[in-house]
Structure formats: C-alpha cells, structure tokens
C-alpha cells in the first residue's frame, strides 16, 4: 500500500494565538519572549522577522532590531489548549498522528483514502475545519514519507496545500536551499555551504560513502533524505528520549561551576523521576550546554549499568559536564536527554544482594509519590546537599 | 571385533549418551564416544570433562576392540535403525553396523586420544530407588538458574544427612525445595550442589534400574547403576541461604485446584507480555480471577473456584514460573500462602501422602 504522510503546520502559531486573544495584535509584528533584558524570544511573527527578529534572540536584541513591535510573554497554557484543538481536528483524520511540537504533527494517512478521500481533499477538509474551529490558518505538506511532507508544507506557507506525487521527491528536493533541510542544523549547514553544497541537490552530486566517512551516520541520513527517502514511522506517542528531556534555563546566568553543578543534580533529580514513573532505566544519557553567547556544546555519557537513581544519573552527568565546560562564560540553560533505555525489571528477586541499594530505590519512590502529592519543595532532595 | 547387540537397549544408551557429548567443542575428540568391545558386550562412554558416562550394552562378542566413532552420527543411525539387533563390527578406525539391509561404515578415530575418565574416591555413599530419585529431580530441576555470573544456583543444592535428603534450586526469582524423609545409615552429613545436566542424564539412565548407588567425593559425585555408571564435577558454593527466604509468616492461604489453575494460567498467558509473561491473580472469597492486560496484545480474564481467607489482594507472577510450579506438585489442590502483593508466595500441595515434602517459592512481578 502507498505510504501517505501529511505534514500540518500551523502558521505564525504562537503570533496568531495572540491575536486572536487581541485583534487589535493585527497586522503588527509581534514578539513572543520572556521578560527583558534577558528573556529570550520564543517565536516572532513574519512582519518580525521581516525585521531580523528570530527565535533564542535576547529580548534586548530584538528590542534593537525591532523597535515598533509588539513584546508579548507566552501564555503556555492557552498556546497548549489552542494546540489541542487543532490535534483534535487531525485525530479524525487517521488514527496515526505524532506531535513533532505545539504547531507541528504528523498523520500517516496510509489507507484512509477509502473513508475521507484524495489526500488532497482531505488535506483541504482539514485546513477549513481547523481554520472553523480555532480560527488558525495551517499549511499542509503531502508526501510519501516525514521528511519530504515537512519540506512540503515549508513550502506551501502560507496556508497553502502542496503535494509531492511519489517518485518525484528528488527533483522537488532539488532547489530547496540546504540550510532549510530539515535534517540540517545551523553548523552543518555552514559547514556544507563551505564545502559548496547549498541546495539539497548538490548532496546528489556525491557518493553515499563520501557522506558516510565524512559525518557518520548522519551524512549517509543526509544523502538518502535528499534521494527523498525516510522510513521513520508517524509515532503516536512521542520516542522517550524526546519525552524524557529536562532542562534548566537559569535565572541569572551563572558561572560558578558549584551552582552549576547544583543545577546539575536537579535535572538529574528530575529525570531520575522521569524515568521511574515510566519504569525505565537510562543507558545513556546527553547533556546540553548553552552559553550566555549563544555557543552550545554538546556531550554524551554511558551509565556503567543501567539505572534511574538520581545519584547515579547525576556522577555521570557530572562526568559529561566536566567535558564540556571549558570556557569561562555564564552559562544561560542545561539540557539532560535519556537518549537509551531499557525496561526496568519487573521481576522481584528473592534474594537482595545489595540491600543499600534496595533501601535507596524505595526511599526514591517514596519521594517520588510525595512529589507528585505535594507542590515543588515540599518532598526534600535526597542525597546530595544543594546550596 | 564383531559384536550383535540388542537394538532396543542400545538405541535407549546411545539416545542417553548423546546428550551428554557437546555441541560446539574446540576438542573435536570430545564429540566422539569411546566404544569397548570385550567378551561380555560393549562398553560406550562419552565426555564432555565435566560430566562422564559410561554405559554397557550386553551382547555375544567375537574378540576384543576400542575404538572413538563420532557420537551424534552414531546416535542417529541407531535411531534410525528398525529391526531386533545390530552387528557392530570394527577394524582399524573403522566402524561397521548392519541392521537388516541396512549396513553403515562410520570412520573412527583412535581410542588413545579419548581423555581418560576419572576415577573418583568418595566420602560417603548411599543407595536409592530410581522412581524416588526421578522424582526429587523433576521436582527441583526446573528452578535451577542459567546465568553463568551466579554460578552456585546454575545446580541443585543437595543437602544429605542419616535423616534423608533435601534437594533445593533456585535462579533467584523462584525456589524449590523437596525433603525426602528416610534413615540412611553410615552417611555423613554433606552438602554438595550438582550441575543440572549430570542430573538430567541420570534421570534418563535411571529409567528401569533397580537401584542408583550415589557416591560423593570432595569435588565430584557418582551415580552407579547397573551397567551404567555417571561421574560429575561438583560446582562450587556457596549457595545462597535459602532457608532466610523461606516465608514463615504468610497467613493469607488461597487454595485452588492444580489442574483448573494450570489451565487457567496457560490460557490467558496467550495474550501475556512476551518478556514479563505478566498475569495478575486476583483472590475473592470464593473465587481466584486471573487476568492479562497487555496494551499491544489485548487482555484475557479468567476465574477459577478458589478458597481464600482474608480480603482481596492482586499480585502479579510470571505465568511461565506458575505453570513450571504447577507441573511439579503431584497434589489436587495447591496451597498459596500470601502475606503482600510484594512479598514471596509460597507454594504447597494440600494434602501430601508419602515420605516427600515439596515447597516453591514465586517472586512477584511489580504491578502497576
């Protein structure tokens, strides 16, 4: 059967939210950001970024570049229950669908043709029911497969419907500038440009191999993404490891390796919660480093057995950050990522072998229960002393 | 050397001795049987350096002759076979047998590279009849560990004394343990733990025997029958202690048929996770429900008659663990003894008639 993915995105989401809660927000540009000065900007509508305002810019910045608009702080919860709404739409559409984030999904429409039609058609239902019901305007990409449907619907802003018939994925992907890849971040894409690939087409003239002894597997997802092949399946439920990121944006930028390390353990705190509500234990874990700057870097850590207790998440986080942090720079977030796990056991031994161990585990899920009765603080953190 | 051999005894031998010679050996001596032929008949043994067999098919013999033939081939020609008797016959590394019209030429090796088979001096000694033995065996085997990392529950404890025998296994989520109660004089009191393997082999050899003459040494043990005799290394201690995971205090008691259980087990653990085989019981007064929920599968619910005695709890098992429990106890009725859905189960026949005493304990899974 034909593999039919549709790419929904929702255009200028969080500006349009805003509107729509204030019309009078029409038509100016909008910046969605924290509190100043450092507050960060968290999404900015076209007329803003018509004005070089774009997303992780500090709010002072953008201030500078863009001085008659609108400073608006997120409101999350109404952002999420208009997110909702629009999902809402998409689930009569295919029981498959995956929330790549707020503004963002995916719906493997493989085989509904027989109940809503052409995925044309039901790529145009869909926009007019969302356009009814929440009052956002959305673009839709069709493909045979993510990758191609995201670059789809990139293309078909705004508000526009575009689909890619199967077999045509190379020459659609050609002309699409290679910073706007999906597949490709901001350093790689500078790094490809150096090399003189700027469009997805040029990754053709090469050799999958060339790509592969150059950036690993990466380079050879690249070179298939741009052949226009993809086999990630439309997930329903979000990969743990993207469920499983905690992050800290600190307030204000530290330094001092002690605070951070502090910070340290609450995120290690907090994934060790993570991964025992879902039983899980971590085999690896990422951490994420961004500077004051802008700079991130970027370490990853093996556990030496799998666990979720906070302590042990937390000596070998510490090892990653010990890593990592070699510049004399505030550091502005800290990210963790459980990027392998495996089920725990959930098989009860007879015989305890470490008892210690057994007492802390127990302990650990008496506070995690505490923690979910209480408000924050309440349940104190065990294990390490945090100044 | 010529030798006839009865084929329905030697098939039983060979069948036996086959599965003590390994698959995989970087000695390809050791996947050889030594055959012995003398006046009374012939001889096969079979090594794998831990584990020995020796066992003697009886037959008119024509001369004498040794010789190593490749066992697996050997066993399955045997097998093969159809007819009242084989001619074995062998010259140089040759070996010959015709059954019928049937006739086989299987190339040897030379019998002076088969490792020499130990001889071991015992510490003590006692006899057993080989139903009784079977029984201890089948009754503990099951719950013997394979993770090499924890080599003392990789056998069964075997805990001797003049007051009888105690037989306890367990992998570290399970425990059987069975008591023999019978006097055997002039034995000392010892404790030695006995690879499973040597104890499977001997449950196949002990089949229609009179009588197993076990003896123990410091580092080995041997099992000698009537024309066969299996000599095994010990693995080392220590065991764990057991007897501190025995639960005393579990005064919750479901009592449930064997068979309505079993059946009830087998059927829902279809649609059981395949890694946890997680099946809730979950006990009423007059009745024990059991029930499977897995989110990719679907769910299955069972009841069964049951009686039980204090107010209604779920506990999760590994349906796999339940049934090889229940395989074991000769009972009708079985007798569950709960304390919390946390806490070990302990298992027991209800009414147990005879000198063997059986007891398993089942390690919950953690339920959500």
């Known amino acids: 059967m034909e593999r039919r993915i549709l790419h929904i995105n929702t255009d200028d989401f969080y500006a349009s939210v805003c509107r729509l809660r204030d019309p009078a927000l029409r038509g100016r540009a909008v910046v969605i950001a924290g509190s100043p000065p450092r507050g960060m900007v968290v999404s900015a509508s076209y007329e803003a970024r018509g004005e070089g305002v774009v997303q992780g810019m500090t709010v002072s910045s953008a201030r500078r570049l863009c001085s008659r608009g609108v400073f608006v702080p997120p409101d999350w919860q109404l952002f999420r229950r208009v997110s909702r709404a629009v999902f809402g739409v998409l689930e009569r559409y295919s029981p498959v669908i995956e929330q790549a984030s707020l503004d963002e999904g995916y719906i493997d429409y493989t085989g509904c043709g027989r109940l809503f039609g052409h995925v044309l058609d039901a790529g145009t239902k869909i926009k007019s029911e969302i356009a009814r019901e929440t009052g956002l305007a959305v673009s839709v990409g069709a493909a045979a497969n993510k990758l191609v449907s995201h670059v789809a619907s990139r293309t078909a802003k705004r508000a526009h419907l575009v689909d890619v018939y199967t077999g045509y994925e190379k020459p659609f992907l050609a002309p699409i500038p290679i910073d706007r890849f999906p597949i490709v971040d901001i350093g790689r894409a500078s790094l490809l440009q150096e090399l003189g690939i700027s469009r997805v087409g040029d990754v053709l003239l090469f050799t999958e191999e060339i790509f592969f002894v150059c950036f690993g597997t990466w380079g050879k997802r690249l070179y298939r993404g741009a052949a226009g092949e993809d086999h990630t399946p439309v997930c329903s439920r979000l990969a743990p490891q993207e469920r499983m990121r905690t992050e800290e944006i600190l307030e204000p930028d530290r330094v001092s390796r002690q605070r951070l390390e502090a910070v340290l353990y609450r995120l290690a705190e907090g994934t060790g919660e993570k991964l025992r509500s879902e039983r899980l234990l971590a085999r690896s874990l990422v951490l994420e480093l961004r500077y004051a700057d802008g700079a991130e870097v970027v370490g990853k850590g093996r556990l030496s057995e799998p666990g979720s207790d906070d302590l042990r998440l937390y000596e070998t986080l510490r090892g990653v950050f010990a890593r990592l942090f070699t510049r004399r720079v505030r550091v502005r977030c800290l990210a963790v990522i459980v990027s392998a796990t495996e089920p725990e056991p959930i098989q009860r031994e007879l015989f305890v072998t470490d008892v210690a161990r057994e007492r802390t585990r127990y302990l650990r899920n008496t506070l995690d229960t505490l923690r979910a009765r209480f408000p924050r603080g309440v349940a104190p953190a065990f294990g390490k002393a945090i100044t | ?368």
């Open chain 2, 1 to 368: 050397m010529k030798i006839i051999v009865q084929l329905g005894e030697l098939s039983k031998k060979m069948n036996a001795i086959s599965s003590v010679v390994p698959g995989k050996t970087t000695m390809p001596i050791l996947s050889t049987v030594l055959v012995v032929a003398d006046k009374d008949g012939i001889t096969f043994s079979a090594t794998d350096l831990d584990i020995s067999v020796t066992s003697k098919v009886k037959g008119k013999a024509d001369g004498k002759g040794t010789l190593a033939v490749p066992a697996k081939k050997l066993a399955e020609i045997v097998k093969s076979l159809s007819g009242d008797s084989v001619t074995i016959e062998a010259s140089g590394e040759k070996m010959t047998l015709t059954c019928g019209k049937s006739r086989f030429v299987l190339n040897g090796r030379s019998a002076e590279d088969f490792p020499k088979l130990p001889k071991q001096e015992s510490k003590t000694s006692f006899s057993i009849d080989p139903e009784t033995l079977a029984k201890l065996i089948r009754k503990t085997i099951y719950a013997v560990s394979t993770d090499l990392t924890r080599p003392a529950l990789c056998g069964v404890l075997w805990e001797i004394s003049r007051a009888g025998i105690s037989m306890v296994s367990t992998d570290g989520h399970r425990l059987s343990k069975v008591d023999l109660a019978r006097e055997f004089s002039d034995v000392e009191s010892v404790q030695v733990i006995i690879p499973p393997k040597a104890l499977s082999t001997l449950k196949a050899y002990a089949e229609g025997e009179k009588e197993v003459r076990v003896s123990i040494a410091e580092n080995s043990v041997s099992f000698d029958m009537e024309d066969t005799a299996i000599y095994s290394r010990l693995l080392e201690g220590p065991f764990p202690a057991y007897q501190k995971v025995i639960p005393a205090a579990n005064e919750k008691e479901l009592i449930v048929g064997r068979e309505a259980l079993a059946e009830a087990t087998k059927r829902v653990s279809i649609l059981a996770d395949t890694l946890t085989h997680q099946v809730v019981f979950s006990t009423g007064k007059d009745k024990l429900t059991l029930h499977v929920n897995t989110q990719e599968i679907g769910e299955a619910k069972e009841e069964v008659t049951a009686k039980f005695t204090a107010d209604p709890m779920d506990i999760g098992y590994n349906a796999s663990y339940v049934m090889d429990v229940l395989k074991t106890i000769d009972a009708d009725e079985i007798s569950l003894k709960l304390d919390r859905s946390d806490n070990a189960g302990l298992v027991e026949p209800v009414s147990e008639a005879g000198e063997l005493k059986h007891l398993c304990i089942l390690m919950p899974l953690r339920i959500s």
